[in-house]
């Protein structure tokens, strides 16, 4: 009898799987391509793959954790559902006028995207909340009727979004409508702003509802799906969705709010990242995960992710706490093409799973990030343990396209190709780093995703981070993150008060939110190992527009209000951090107090697998580095490689997941963890 544990993470590419026994600390990898079409295939077709192959019985799975991309594609490619907003007379528009920020501020001719509910679609309704939360017009049962009855006759209704004036500070209004259309259209999904995001900000309050409204048929649709399709394989599971703040949560809440979905896989990779980090003893990395599709990017510090609270997605603002995460649109897949000015650009645009790269023999014919690797020797002839072969001369033949008409050699365009990708991911790099306050050279920089490993140096190299650490499954980390994850449950509640007089009113809001922290464990956390709860309130100067999370206590710690002086000294503690200065004269106020609920679910320390053999070149390939001559480079596989084991560059490490290069100017130890952690020369 084993108690198994299972990740799954749909990339755009491939989709991941990573399983441990909770008994034995025993571990099983695998990959498979992904079903665009339909992301649920795949999952089950790997599922039974990594079943046949690992001779885990379905019944012996006690826990099923899934990373999903439906929420974002479904926002990218504006597949949602049919719905209505309905909001307080007067302020139909507000969703349309938004903060007036032009998507391109340089660019006069980019439109914002057109809103999620076109105008005719949007009902208002005679009701007023005021700014204490006091009602200033009542809502009557004639103006509901009249509602519903204009709902019923509407057609295509799917979903709708009710977002009202203030009703986070008092929902009475927002309740009594849905109470009625949920009476009346009982088919028809319905959000209310007081539940998916109870905050003051009125704009990313209605974009959030409106995006979770849009979302849920779409998502509900998958989720149930998948989820019956799951009970027959693993019928002892239980069944958890990541979400973007970092945090498992059940179906039906991620049926409720699949809003939080939005960026599910790549939140999870950033978790992975940081458990990875705490195994080999480094807490303050900048992650690197380079799919198909795209590259993800995350700033760890002390072991712990950075979280932002509002981000666009799609060009959709959303509200909500997230991984802190940067996204730019190269990966593997990314297509090479030749821009109008003559010179090569490389993606946003990618050849996914289907038809992929050319390399893959799956129909792809277009240069792409993999190709370029591949003309380079960089990529062994198979991919996945041998599921997946690599055809160089498609590779060339692919490539040979931008050389061509550039009048440069295939390998010089190659290697042009992985420099442009390579800083395109060193930009993202800044925009979580140095942007922010924090310099690069602080951190060790963690590739992982099927091709972190490929380009990890060079980005390095270009930011001046002197140590790259590899974890021992980098290609599936992903789906490791969802395995190491524990349930999690955000509670926010908008208490402005000025840090100059009584803070009754804070005190009062977090005993209501540990309330409500508690009640969620006592519900959720069944079969926990420990919980608790950690307080963090949004503090600013009065007259700034936003808010710096000031966390309060520990980990483990009873959630606790400090007296003022000592939240004075937090806050100018995380201002200087963030900005660099304080004014200690200057007024501060509270705006809301937040209350993160965690129950820990129980984990064990996976087998290292224990290497096969000394460290051997399996064989030699000659690898371009730079344009000057191709160098003959070992060939290790990465099960050789025991802990202490030192090389010194170049080298290329194959193992099931992914591939990682070590340049002649690098150097590589394996440490206790496995990890591999490359050193750039310092005279680079």
């Not at 039974?48 to 899934?66: C, M, N, S, Y």
């Not at 006759?153 to 203030?166: K, Y």
């Not at 808010?547 to 007296?563: N, W």
Request: proline share 7%; aromatic share 6%; glycine share 10%.
């Amino acid at each position: 009898m084993a108690d198994w544990i299972v990740g799954v993470d749909v990339g755009g590419t491939f989709t991941d799987f990573s399983a441990r026994d909770l008994r034995t600390g025993a571990a099983h990898i695998h990959k498979r391509p992904s079903t665009p079409d339909d992301p649920s295939r795949a999952i089950l077709e790997g599922l039974k793959e990594l079943q046949q192959k690992t001779g885990i019985p379905g019944a012996d799975i006690v826990r099923f954790a899934h990373g999903t991309t439906v929420a974002t594609n479904a926002l990218l490619q504006r597949r949602g559902a049919a719905i209505r907003l309905i909001t307080t007379k007067g302020f139909r528009d507000l969703v349309e006028i938004g903060r007036q920020v032009r998507p391109l501020i340089y660019d006069l001719q980019e439109d914002a995207p057109a809103p999620l509910v076109s105008r005719v679609n949007r009902l208002e309704v005679t009701e007023r909340i005021g700014s204490r939360g006091e009602i200033v017009v009542e809502l009557t049962d004639a103006e509901i009727d009249r509602l519903v009855a204009e709902l019923k006759a509407a057609p295509q209704v799917e979903s709708i979004a009710v977002c009202l004036l203030f009703s986070f500070l008092n929902p009475v209004h927002e309740q009594r409508i849905a109470a009625a259309i949920r009476a009346a259209l009982p088919e028809v999904y319905v959000s209310i702003s007081s539940e998916v995001q109870p905050e003051f900000r009125e704009f990313e309050r209605f974009s959030t509802t409106l995006i979770n409204a849009f979302l849920q048929p779409e998502v509900g649709r998958y989720m149930e799906r998948l989820k019956s399709a799951i009970s027959e394989v693993a019928p002892n599971a239980k069944f958890g969705i990541f979400q973007s703040s970092g945090g498992l949560m059940s179906v039906d809440k991620a049926l409720e709010f699949p809003v939080r979905t939005a960026l599910s896989g790549p939140a999870a990779g950033a978790v992975g990242a940081a458990a990875a980090g705490g195994k080999s003893s480094i807490g303050d990395i900048i992650t690197l995960d380079i799919g198909g599709t795209s590259t993800d990017v995350c700033l760890i510090r002390d072991g712990e992710t950075e979280i932002a609270h509002v981000r666009d997605i799609a060009g959709f603002r959303i509200r909500l706490p997230m991984v802190d995460i940067h996204t730019v649109g190269a990966g593997g897949g990314s297509i090479a093409h030749i821009g109008p000015d003559g010179l090569m650009k490389v993606g946003p645009e990618s050849a996914g799973a289907v038809p992929g790269p050319a390399c893959y023999c799956k129909g792809g014919t277009r240069p792409t990030v993999s190709d370029a690797n591949v003309v380079l020797g960089r990529l062994p002839a198979s991919l996945a343990g041998g599921g997946l072969m690599i055809d160089r001369d498609k590779a060339v033949e692919a490539i040979r396209t931008i050389a061509e008409p550039l009048g440069i050699p295939v390998v010089k365009a190659a290697l042009g190709i992985c420099g442009i990708v390579s800083s395109n991911m060193t930009r993202a790099i800044r925009a979580v780093s140095t942007q922010k306050g924090h310099d690069p050279r602080d951190f060790a920089l963690m590739p992982f995703g099927g091709a972190g490993g490929l380009h990890a140096t060079d980005v390095a190299k270009s930011l001046g981070i002197k140590r790259i650490i590899v974890p021992a499954a980098p290609g599936i980390l992903c789906a490791e993150g969802l395995i190491e994850a524990d349930l999690q449950e955000n509670f926010v509640f908008t208490c402005r008060t000025p840090l100059d007089g009584s803070l009754a009113p804070i005190e009062t809001a977090v005993q209501q939110l540990d309330e409500q922290a508690r009640a969620w464990i006592a519900l959720e956390a069944d079969g926990a190992e420990g919980a608790y709860r950690l307080l963090t309130l949004d503090m600013r100067y009065v007259g700034q527009n936003y808010e710096l999370p000031v966390t309060l206590g520990q980990p483990g710690d009873e959630p606790r209000l400090p007296d003022i002086d000592a939240l004075k000294e937090a806050f100018f503690e995380a201002h200087q951090r963030s900005y660099g200065h304080v004014d200690r004269e200057a007024p501060i106020e509270i705006m809301n107090v937040r209350m993160k609920a965690v129950a820990r679910l129980s984990q064990i320390t996976p087998l290292a697998e224990k290497p096969v053999g000394p460290a051997k070149a399996s064989e030699y390939h000659d690898v371009w580095f730079d344009e000057h001559a191709p160098v003959s480079t070992p060939i290790y596989p990465r099960s050789t490689l025991e802990a202490g084991v030192r090389l010194q560059g170049p080298a290329i490490i194959t193992q099931f997941d992914t591939t990682t290069v070590v340049p002649p100017w690098a150097s590589l130890t394996v440490d206790p963890a496995l990890s591999l952690i490359l050193e750039i020369d310092d005279a680079q």
